[in-house]
């Protein structure tokens, strides 16, 4: 499990370095979000939760049998779009609301 | 770094074994609980109640169906109503978003396919474990001025985030009242500056053979295969202890000469060896207790049966180079500890 940055999306906010809780992301010398050691990152998403512009992505690794999907989400007020975007760039959308979070 | 300074440390071979989704390692709970989701075996047989439901009965019985061809063992999801999908895929959003997105990704939602699952490595220290280190009720540790709160604090399992918030502030108000009025003793120069050293030295050396991720994979292996890991279904015993713990030392003597390229690998080669030196703790506590008190956590062949007479903590202090392990009484309902 870890996670990828789309360059070309990232506005170097630097909001996914803050919120690491391995301090695994910095912003390159560009200014750009990446991800410094990979193998650490247990797949939390608290980087993909705060990315403004959907620039990061969590998948799941060829070794733990991933089928190359990439999750990324964007939060409107109380409510996150999880998005799923599978390699035939087929999309699926699942919406959660933090007013419900403790509801399980 | 506590162990090293003789702190009085307890319950280390007390190991969590969560059981968890296979590969995602997600939580089980709102599966098991949340749904009512079986554990079933691959001939789909409820094989739960003939184990146990505690978290360690739960893994045990997975271990031993898998252990007699009956394996893999899954959480009975399949047939679950559309509506309960939504919901799971929302709640492991929340806890473990890797788990949902294997249902995404898949095709498979939960009522489509039964989840399987397995036991994690034993986690040493967490939320879920009494070890640490042996504290009094404001959370001094036995050395003196040193607190500990939380997963850092042992004796009582399962303090979780709410737990570790309430023992920091105890250990606070404590550190406050016992120690406020006093200046801090100033380092001694020698001692500061033999760490220095020790440092400088180790970045001086520059990365070198062995590489620190080798001796780390090493460490991971050796505890697995002779202390009891995942690979060994949990279970070790005074011999493969002792093997273990031989192995250990060498690796202790190779590390001494780790050398690190930047800042970041001088943190792996301290951690390594904190963890090296907490290893030998591990060992010298699954071999003080000879019983079997809950299975996967402290699963000891030569002793597969609880034992009334050890319901107590075992605890130990490193002594002029040597763990020295020792019983302590639980303490009573309604009474306190001090040291």
């Known amino acids: 499990m870890s996670i990828e940055v789309t360059r070309s999306r990232c506005v170097g906010c630097g909001r996914c370095a803050a919120i690491c809780p391995g301090n695994l992301l910095r912003l390159d010398k560009e200014g750009k979000a990446e991800i410094r050691f990979p193998r650490d990152c247990w797949g939390c998403a608290s980087c993909i939760k705060e990315c403004p512009t959907q620039a990061i992505a969590l998948f799941l690794g060829a070794d733990m049998g991933g089928l190359g999907g990439r999750l990324t989400a964007r939060r409107e007020n109380t409510l996150l779009h999880w998005t799923v975007r599978l390699p035939d760039g087929s999309e699926k959308t699942v919406t959660t609301d933090s007013r419900s979070a403790n509801r399980y | ?339």
């Not at chain 2, 009085?8 to 599966?31: H, N, S, W």
Request: aromatic content about 8%.
């Open chain 2, 1 to 339: 770094m506590g162990i090293r300074a003789g702190a009085e440390m307890t319950t280390l071979e007390m190991r969590f074994i969560a059981l968890r989704c296979k590969d995602t390692i997600a939580p089980t709970g709102t599966l098991a609980q949340g749904v009512g989701a079986r554990q079933i075996n691959a001939l789909g047989e409820v094989y739960e109640r003939k184990y146990g439901l505690t978290t360690s009965q739960r893994v045990y019985g997975t271990v031993m169906e898998n252990l007699a061809g009956r394996g893999p063992c899954y959480l009975r999801t399949a047939g679950v109503t559309r509506g309960r999908d939504e919901d799971l895929m929302k709640a492991y959003l929340n806890m473990a978003p890797g788990q949902t997105l294997r249902w995404l990704e898949s095709g498979c939602p939960p009522s489509a396919r039964n989840v399987e699952i397995e036991g994690t490595e034993p986690y040493i220290v967490g939320g879920h474990t009494a070890s640490g280190y042996w504290v009094d009720t404001g959370r001094e540790t036995t050395v003196r001025g040193l607190f500990a709160a939380g997963d850092a604090a042992g004796g009582c399992p399962q303090k979780y985030v709410s737990g570790a918030f309430a023992e920091g502030e105890i250990a606070a108000k404590t550190a406050a009242a016992r120690y406020l009025d006093r200046t801090p003793p100033a380092p001694d120069p020698a001692e500061a500056e033999a760490v220095r050293r020790r440092l400088e030295d180790c970045l001086n050396r520059g990365a070198a053979e062995p590489a620190v991720d080798d001796l780390e994979r090493r460490m991971q292996e050796v505890m697995d295969e002779y202390a009891g890991g995942i690979g060994s279904h949990y279970r070790y015993s005074e011999r493969s202890l002792c093997a273990a713990l031989e192995k250990i030392g060498d690796l202790e003597r190779r590390s001494a000469s780790l050398g690190a390229g930047d800042a970041r690998e001088l943190v792996s080669v301290l951690e390594l060896r904190e963890r090296l030196t907490l290893c030998k703790s591990v060992i010298a506590h699954l071999a003080f207790r000879k019983e079997t008190r809950w299975h996967c956590f402290a699963e000891n062949a030569d002793y597969p049966e609880k034992d009334p007479a050890l319901l107590r903590f075992v605890n130990s202090r490193l002594e002029r180079g040597k763990i020295r392990t020792f019983f302590r009484d639980l303490v009573p309902k309604g009474e306190t500890y001090e040291h």
